[in-house]
């Protein structure tokens, strides 16, 4: 069975500091991963994704995410954050043969004071 | 273009009241799933279905029956409601086409079980 874990349950950042979530996934087969963020009283939204070829993703707001694959690890990134990061973020995993559903991590708090 | 659209966005139940969840999108989306939220664990997915007429059985089943008897709609009913279900649930619902995982998430049910 998939699984994945994020280390980071909640974190603090100034504004303009550099950001790395991590996320690790147990799976043996080939892989689809994800990054999701939930913005104060909304609902989940993509932020990149990965699904084959170059293992360094860009996605949305400046976020990208690399692929790490004998690390099993897709971390996100991002090199200057804002107050309006302040969000929740969830890395997931679905097999590229999969059910179109996803595992989800248990989510990193993010908290950017300005 | 509506999305996903969930009904109620909020509701309060009493210990062993049945209600249902609805899920409704309307981008001929084959694959539809639940998921509750709950703090510290990020989504768990409770039933899925890959196409009308078709359901499975998620990580957290438990307590909960779907049925898809249209590819638009895939209600979520609770026969007697525990206050372990008290949760935020989400829909979400993504196409067929192949490599395609994402999921596009409605935007959410508050649900209390007192």
């Known amino acids: 069975a998939q699984s994945v874990s994020q280390h980071n349950h909640h974190v603090i950042l100034s504004e303009a500091a550099s950001l790395e979530l991590g996320c690790n996934y147990s799976?043996?087969?080939?892989?689809?991963l994800f990054w999701y963020v939930q913005y104060p009283g909304q609902h989940l939204q993509l932020l990149l994704k990965?699904?084959?070829?170059?293992?360094l993703v860009k996605g949305i707001k400046g976020f990208e995410a690399e692929f790490i694959k004998s690390k099993f690890s897709f971390n996100l990134r991002k090199p200057s954050v804002q107050w309006s990061d302040t969000a929740e973020y969830f890395c997931?995993?679905?097999?590229?043969?999969?059910?179109?559903?996803?595992?989800f991590g248990s989510g990193t708090r993010l908290q950017v004071q300005p | 273009n509506a999305g996903v659209t969930q009904t109620p966005k909020f509701q309060v139940l009493k210990t062993g009241q049945s209600m249902t969840l609805q899920c409704a999108q309307d981008?001929?989306?084959?694959?539809m799933s639940w998921y509750r939220q709950d703090p510290g664990m990020g989504l768990r997915l409770i039933h899925y279905?890959?196409?009308?007429?078709?359901?499975d059985q998620g990580e957290v089943p438990n307590g909960y029956n779907v049925s898809r008897s249209t590819t638009e709609d895939f209600p979520l009913r609770l026969l007697s409601a525990a206050p372990s279900q008290t949760s935020v649930y989400f829909c979400?619902?993504?196409?067929?086409?192949?490599?395609?995982?994402?999921?596009?998430f409605g935007a959410g049910s508050r649900l209390t079980v007192l």
């Open positions: 979400a619902s993504t196409p067929r086409v192949s490599g395609a995982n994402v999921l596009t």
């Open positions: 799976y043996g087969g080939t892989v689809n």
């Open positions: 990965y699904f084959s070829g170059d293992p």
């Open positions: 997931a995993v679905t097999s590229a043969a999969g059910r179109r559903a996803l595992t």
């Open positions: 981008m001929n989306h084959e694959y």
């Open positions: 279905s890959v196409g009308a007429g078709i359901t």
